[in-house]
Each structure stands twice: as C-alpha cells, then as structure tokens.
C-alpha cells in the first residue's frame, strides 16, 4: 500500500509531521492499525538502524526518527486499547537496568493494554529492586523486560535471578527486545520469549492463564 510506504519513509527521514498526517490519513481509510505499526512504521525505524550501523546516519537522526514514531503512534494506540474489556491480569513492564530505549516496550504495553490486561509501566532504566517492588505492590501476574543493547542484556539475568528468589518466584517473566533469542530466555530462566508485539500478546496469555 503505498500510503504505508510513505510512513516507513517520513519515519526514516524524521519528518514528525508527514509521519503523523500518513498516520492520521491510514486510520481516516480505515486501515488496520496492527498493519499500520507493523507494515508501516517498524520498517522505517528497521533502516534507520541499518543506517545507523553502517555509520550513515548518527544518533541526533535516530533521535528524529523515534521522535516521528512515537508521535505516530501516539494516533495507533487508542484505537489499539479500545477493547472494553475489564483487566483480569495485571502486568508490569519496564525497559532494564542501563537501556533509554522504550518504542518496542511502549508498543508492548500498548499491545497488552488493547488484550485486556492491567498495565503498569515502569518506564526504561528500570533496577532489578523496582521491577520486584513493583510486583509486590501490583501482585502482578507478569512482568515484561526488554532490552535492545547486548550491554544490557546482563540485567536481565540479573532481574530474573532476584525474581525467582524473592517472596514472588512464580510471577510470570516474558523478555524481548532485538537482540533477545528463545535460547537467552531459556539460559536465563524467564518462562516466555517474545520477537514482536503481536507474539508478546500470544505468549502472555498463555502464560498467565497457564498459571491461573
Ligand atoms: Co539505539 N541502538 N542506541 N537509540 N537504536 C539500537 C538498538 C542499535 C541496534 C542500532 C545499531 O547499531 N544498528 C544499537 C545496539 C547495538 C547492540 O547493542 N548490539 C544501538 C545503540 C548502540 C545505541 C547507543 C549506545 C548509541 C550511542 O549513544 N552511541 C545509545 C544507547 C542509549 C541507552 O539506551 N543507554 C542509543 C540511543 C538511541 C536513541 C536514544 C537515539 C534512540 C531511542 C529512542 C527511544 O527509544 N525513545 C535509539 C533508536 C531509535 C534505535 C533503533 C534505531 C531503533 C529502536 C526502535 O525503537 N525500534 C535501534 C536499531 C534497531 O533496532 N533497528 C537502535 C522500533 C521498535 C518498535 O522495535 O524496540 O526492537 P524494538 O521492539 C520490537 C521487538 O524488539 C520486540 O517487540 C517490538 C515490536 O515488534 N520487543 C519485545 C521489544 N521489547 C520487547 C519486550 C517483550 C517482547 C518483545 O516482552 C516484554
């Protein structure tokens, strides 16, 4: 669809108000928002870090890119929620310890919002301590860890191992984010791997309900 192309386009060139008119133009022709986020969006911040690796673009370009799909995506996300349905699980999501990026979390707390659950977002560069303080505050069902930096991913060890020797060892731990794998999860002992947003739907659930 060329309008989606044309997304993919004004988030690659950080042109906020292109990206946020295409948005608003999709939605206007009722195209499906799931396809708008994955099909438009996510492909133009995925050349953005080709770019970005190849040292064609810098980080104040990769700040305007994400400027432009965060303020995209801001018009997605009602639409995306609006299900009415009354939170019977409750989650708290959070980016690790020592990582800024939070597009990818954002996303899947939105996603999870719109499947029904009780989200408590607990922002990026989230300690191992606030993640589990969170939990016993909430009595969450689930917790979410992304990481986008290898540096990082460390952290997610490190919070999972405090869960699981904490009063709280059962809550339900899903991690992602681009440089996670099944076999890091598995490694690190977190019950569920998630490569996208749509998936972070699927596998929650299951895990959620697996454990009711
Ligand atoms: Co940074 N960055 N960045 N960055 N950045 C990456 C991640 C990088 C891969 C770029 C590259 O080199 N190609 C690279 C990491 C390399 C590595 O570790 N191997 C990198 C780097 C190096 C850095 C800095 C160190 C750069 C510097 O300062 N020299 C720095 C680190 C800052 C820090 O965190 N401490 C940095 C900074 C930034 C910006 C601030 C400029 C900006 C972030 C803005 C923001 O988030 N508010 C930024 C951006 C935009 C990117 C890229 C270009 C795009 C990330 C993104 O938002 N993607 C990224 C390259 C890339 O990934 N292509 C890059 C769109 C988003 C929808 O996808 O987040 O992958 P993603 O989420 C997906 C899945 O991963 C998954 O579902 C989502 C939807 O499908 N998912 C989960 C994510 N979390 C999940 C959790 C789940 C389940 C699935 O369960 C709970």
């Known amino acids: 669809m060329p309008l989606l192309n044309e997304l993919s386009t004004a ?5 906020k108000n292109d990206a946020v008119r295409i948005t608003q133009a999709l939605l206007d022709a009722k195209t499906d ?3 708008i986020v994955e099909q438009g969006m996510i492909p133009g911040m995925a050349v953005v870090g080709e770019r970005f690796k190849n040292n064609e673009i810098f980080v104040p370009e990769m700040l305007i890119a994400a400027r432009a799909m965060k303020e995209s995506l801001k018009l997605v996300e009602p639409i995306l929620i609006s299900s009415g ?3 019977k699980y409750t989650s708290i999501i959070g980016t ?3 990582d800024l990026h939070d597009i990818g ?9 719109g499947a029904g659950f009780n989200v408590v977002d607990l922002g990026t560069n989230v300690s191992p301590e606030k993640y589990l303080a969170a939990a016993r505050e909430h009595n969450a069902n689930i917790i979410g860890l992304s990481a986008l930096l290898t540096t990082t991913m460390p952290a997610m060890r490190t919070t999972v191992d405090l869960l699981r020797k904490s009063d709280m060892p059962h809550v339900k731990i899903l991690i992602g984010g681009a440089p996670i794998t ?6 690190i002992g977190a019950d569920g791997y998630a490569a996208d947003a749509g998936t972070a739907v699927d596998v929650a659930k299951r895990l959620v309900s697996a454990a009711a």
């Open 96 to 98: 690790v310890q020592g």
């Open 105 to 113: 979390k954002n996303l899947i707390a939105t996603m999870w919002k």
């Open 182 to 187: 099944q076999a890091f999860a598995d490694e």
């Open 11 to 15: 988030i690659i060139d950080g042109k």
């Open 33 to 35: 928002p799931s396809a």
């Open 85 to 87: 349905i009354k939170p």
